[in-house]
């Protein structure tokens, strides 16, 4: 029976909220990464910031949703000596991870974790994987995966490594409040799921049924109104459309998706001229490059450009594919 136990107990994973390689308390190993903006993502320069860490992979929704709400939290905490950044190492995907940071409005740091040094000398277990590093550049908490109380249980954990909880106050602060799963913004970004979902099969009365459901929710919320933009656009409402860009660009003209979409909007409008310089400009904010170029292709075969029609249109189609690759 000892010997049972004991097999047993060798093939039991590691707890899943720490690392296989650093204890709380310990150093984190130092890093210096490339980003995703071609700048030094390095721990050295942390130092005496409370560093939050989100150690990411392409194409997973709990990473994606992980990022999302660590973000969130950077801007409600923007006043406190709190940097978020995030790490990966699916360096072979930059194409999907601009796109993501684009459509999420997401511009913090991204280190790319070339050879998945970071990842093994953390001793990584499980993806999303998020570390908290306090000023003295220690492992102070670890959050694995991204269950429905991650953004409260970031929170606290941020608030105590910057001394604004102490141990009494997180471990009652993290046994009395229960995260609300069906809080508004879960709510919405379920729905707007949904209506990816249902626009992909061409369901698109049903999608615009779900982001008007989600827009009851919160009118204010703007990715959620591009995304019937978006579907407007595919309904040749091109009025419509447009009324919803411009309800989200009045309050933030520089708004990458936006400018995007109104251009789209100009071009189905007629007026080139105009969606010709607003897609310029978008391009070169890198708003979705590959739906850019194709617009500046359609422009261009319009007019009968074919020499730069077929260099958009070809633009368009690498981007596309390395996406995908």
Same mark, same amino acid.
């Not at 650093?22 to 071609?38: C, D, E, M, R, Y």
């Not at 309904?235 to 933030?252: I, K, N, P, S």
């Given at each position: 029976m000892l010997v049972l136990l004991a097999l047993l107990g060798l093939a039991c994973p590691a707890r899943a909220d720490e690392l296989r390689n650093i204890k709380v308390g310990q150093p984190v190993p130092p890093f210096a990464l490339n980003t995703l903006a071609g700048r030094t993502l390095e721990s050295a320069a942390l130092r005496d910031k409370v560093l939050v860490l989100v150690?990411?992979?392409?194409?997973? &929704?709990s990473s994606e949703r992980a990022l999302t709400i660590a973000d969130a939290l950077g801007k409600e905490l923007r006043n406190e000596?709190?940097?978020?950044?995030?790490m990966t190492a699916d360096v072979t995907r930059v194409a999907h991870f601009r796109g993501q940071r684009d459509r999420l409005n997401i511009h913090r740091p991204l280190g790319l974790d070339v050879g998945r040094r970071?990842? @093994?000398d953390l001793g990584l277990i499980v993806v999303p994987t998020t570390i908290v590093v306090d000023r003295e550049g220690r492992l102070a908490r670890v959050i694995s995966s991204c269950k429905s109380d991650y953004e409260h249980v970031l929170r606290s954990y941020i608030l105590h490594t $910057? @001394? &604004?909880l102490d141990d009494a106050e997180l471990a009652s602060t993290l046994a009395a409040e229960r995260y609300d799963r069906d809080r508004p913004a879960e709510r919405i970004a379920r729905r707007r799921?949904?209506?990816r979902v249902l626009r992909k099969k061409g369901l698109l009365g049903d999608a615009e049924n779900e982001l008007i459901a989600a827009l009851e929710i919160n009118p204010t919320d !703007?990715?959620? !109104? $591009?995304? $019937?933009a978006a579907l407007r656009i595919d309904m040749e409402q091109f009025d419509e459309a447009g009324r919803l860009v411009e309800q989200v660009r009045a309050t933030d003209p520089d708004h990458r998706r936006a400018k995007l979409l109104r251009g789209i909007v100009l071009y189905h409008q007629d007026r080139l001229d105009d969606a010709q310089t607003l897609l310029a400009e978008s391009l070169l904010l890198n708003s979705n490059p590959v739906r850019t170029h194709y617009y500046l292709g359609l422009i261009a075969e319009r007019r009968g450009d074919q020499a730069s029609a077929i260099r958009h249109f070809k633009e368009s189609l690498d981007r $596309?594919?390395?996406?995908h690759d």
């Amino acid at each position: 029976m000892l010997v049972l136990l004991a097999l047993l107990g060798l093939a039991c994973p590691a707890r899943a909220d720490e690392l296989r390689n650093i204890k709380v308390g310990q150093p984190v190993p130092p890093f210096a990464l490339n980003t995703l903006a071609g700048r030094t993502l390095e721990s050295a320069a942390l130092r005496d910031k409370v560093l939050v860490l989100v150690y990411l992979s392409a194409e997973q &929704k709990s990473s994606e949703r992980a990022l999302t709400i660590a973000d969130a939290l950077g801007k409600e905490l923007r006043n406190e000596d709190v940097v978020i950044a995030s790490m990966t190492a699916d360096v072979t995907r930059v194409a999907h991870f601009r796109g993501q940071r684009d459509r999420l409005n997401i511009h913090r740091p991204l280190g790319l974790d070339v050879g998945r040094r970071v990842y @093994g000398d953390l001793g990584l277990i499980v993806v999303p994987t998020t570390i908290v590093v306090d000023r003295e550049g220690r492992l102070a908490r670890v959050i694995s995966s991204c269950k429905s109380d991650y953004e409260h249980v970031l929170r606290s954990y941020i608030l105590h490594t $910057l @001394g &604004k909880l102490d141990d009494a106050e997180l471990a009652s602060t993290l046994a009395a409040e229960r995260y609300d799963r069906d809080r508004p913004a879960e709510r919405i970004a379920r729905r707007r799921a949904a209506a990816r979902v249902l626009r992909k099969k061409g369901l698109l009365g049903d999608a615009e049924n779900e982001l008007i459901a989600a827009l009851e929710i919160n009118p204010t919320d !703007t990715e959620c !109104t $591009l995304d $019937l933009a978006a579907l407007r656009i595919d309904m040749e409402q091109f009025d419509e459309a447009g009324r919803l860009v411009e309800q989200v660009r009045a309050t933030d003209p520089d708004h990458r998706r936006a400018k995007l979409l109104r251009g789209i909007v100009l071009y189905h409008q007629d007026r080139l001229d105009d969606a010709q310089t607003l897609l310029a400009e978008s391009l070169l904010l890198n708003s979705n490059p590959v739906r850019t170029h194709y617009y500046l292709g359609l422009i261009a075969e319009r007019r009968g450009d074919q020499a730069s029609a077929i260099r958009h249109f070809k633009e368009s189609l690498d981007r $596309l594919l390395r996406e995908h690759d």
